[in-house]
């Protein structure tokens, strides 16, 4: 399994099948200049940060886009060969297995007209060979316990940017109850409004469990 950073909360898993998720890449000054061929993409929710590029990509590409009931219809609405889910749920897309789970903020599509509600914002663990999961935007919440025992995913992708999610504290104290082999930041440094240290954030995590963590540049690959 090979896992690049997008920037921001963007990443590609290349195991069998190639995943995208949360591909902002147009005013994302992080993105790296990565041709993106995904089989299937997920958005985690509606903010322009995360749906980003993903009917656009979906377009030119024929992905399928796995995304809550709301945003699934959305995107449809727009010729997107999508597949709607929700909370607790998991689907198989082309062999992948994508699980929804929660997350604490909130889900306004940025694209659409003021009022178009993007659904709840999530999480997925997305199972190929190997089980990732990404905890979307979110604040800190004590189910991730739970996350842990029954998904056990090997890798976190996990927000520190603060602000807008959790930050080095509250992630922490997530990948310290979800104990992933590896846990890898995302969501800071994109703008000013959430630059961090991932440094601190490794500090914090070694302080609490074993996880590894893997501070990547966007652009760099991780392979497992
Ligand atoms: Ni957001
Ligand atoms: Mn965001």
Known sequence: MRITWLGHAGFEIEDRRNVVIDP???GNPLAPDIELEPDIMAVTHGHADHL?????????????LVAIHEIANYAAGKG?????????????????????????????IDAAEFGFSGGDPAGYVIEDRARVYHAGDTALFSDMRLIG?????????????DRFTMGPREAA???????????????????????????????LVEGLCDTEVVVL??????EL
């Open 52 to 64: 980003g590029d993903a009917v656009e990509i979906a377009q030119e590409t024929g992905a399928t």
């Open 217 to 222: 540049e966007p652009g760099e690959t991780l």
């Open 80 to 108: 997107v060969e999508a597949e709607g889910m929700n909370m607790g749920g998991t689907i198989e897309v082309n062999d992948v297995q994508f699980t929804m789970t929660q997350a604490w903020h909130s889900s306004g």
């Open 149 to 161: 025992d029954l998904y056990r995913p090997e890798v976190m992708l996990v927000p520190i940017g």
């Open 173 to 203: 104290l997530a990948v310290s109850w979800v104990r992933p082999e590896i846990a890898i930041p995302m969501h800071y440094d994109t703008f000013e409004a959430v630059e961090q240290d991932p440094d601190e954030f490794a500090e």
């Open 24 to 26: 902002f890449i147009k």
